[in-house]
C-alpha cells in the first residue's frame, strides 16, 4: 500500500453537521484522514489516504464525502512551493530558485500551476518527473501516479456534472465515449 495525497474541491454550503457526518463515516472505514477547509462557499478535503493504488485512493474518497453528504466539485493533486520542492527534493530552496530560473540543471523547469508573486504552486507530479529526467534530487512516483489519476477522476467529474444537464436522449452518446 501506498499513502497517496490530494485535495477534493467541495460545493458549499458545507455546515458543521456535514464535517461531524463525514468523521463518522471516515470512523467507521477505519480512520480519519482528511482535513476540511471548506465553508457557505465550499472548499477542499485533503487527503492523505493509503490504498492499492492512486485511484482507489481517490475514489473511495469521493464515495466517504458523498455518504456524508458533501457534494463533490473537482479533484487536484498536490500542489507545492518552492521550500516543499526542496525539502522533498532533498535539496536546498536555493537549488531549486536556480533550476526555476533555469540558470543550472538542464532548463525546463515546469511551470508553476498556481503563479502568484510569492510563493507559486508546483505539480509535484511535474516536478518529480522532471527531477527523474533530469537525474536531479529525489524522485517520487507516487505523486506521478497521484496527478494522472487525478486528472483522470476530475475529467470523469466533470462528464458526470455535464450529463446531468445533457437531454435525457443525448446521455447515452456520451456514456459511450466514456465507456
Not at 84 to 101: C, D, G, L, P
Request: hydrophobic share 45%; proline share 3%; glycine share 10%.
Amino acid at each position: 500500500m501506498n499513502l497517496y495525497w490530494f485535495e477534493v474541491g467541495v460545493a458549499g454550503p458545507v455546515t458543521e453537521d456535514d464535517v461531524e457526518a463525514l468523521g463518522g463515516v471516515l470512523s467507521a472505514a477505519g480512520g480519519i484522514d482528511a482535513t476540511v477547509q471548506a465553508g457557505e462557499r465550499g472548499g477542499i478535503v485533503t487527503f492523505s489516504r493509503e490504498a492499492d493504488d492512486a485511484v482507489q485512493a481517490i475514489v473511495s474518497a469521493i464515495g466517504d464525502l458523498e455518504a456524508a453528504g458533501i457534494s463533490v466539485t473537482d479533484v487536484t493533486e498536490d500542489l507545492v512551493v518552492i521550500e516543499e520542492i526542496a525539502q522533498r527534493a532533498k535539496v536546498t530552496s536555493a537549488a531549486v530558485r536556480y533550476w526555476v530560473s533555469g540558470d543550472r540543471g538542464p532548463g525546463g523547469f515546469p511551470e508553476p500551476a498556481v503563479k502568484r508573486h510569492r510563493a507559486s504552486l508546483y505539480s509535484w507530479a511535474e516536478v518529480s518527473a522532471w527531477l527523474s529526467a533530469a537525474k536531479l534530487g529525489a524522485v517520487d512516483h507516487v505523486a506521478e501516479e497521484t496527478a494522472w489519476a487525478c486528472a483522470l477522476i476530475d475529467a470523469a467529474l466533470t462528464v458526470r456534472r455535464g450529463l446531468r444537464d445533457l437531454p435525457k436522449h443525448d446521455r447515452p452518446l456520451i456514456a459511450r465515449l466514456v465507456a
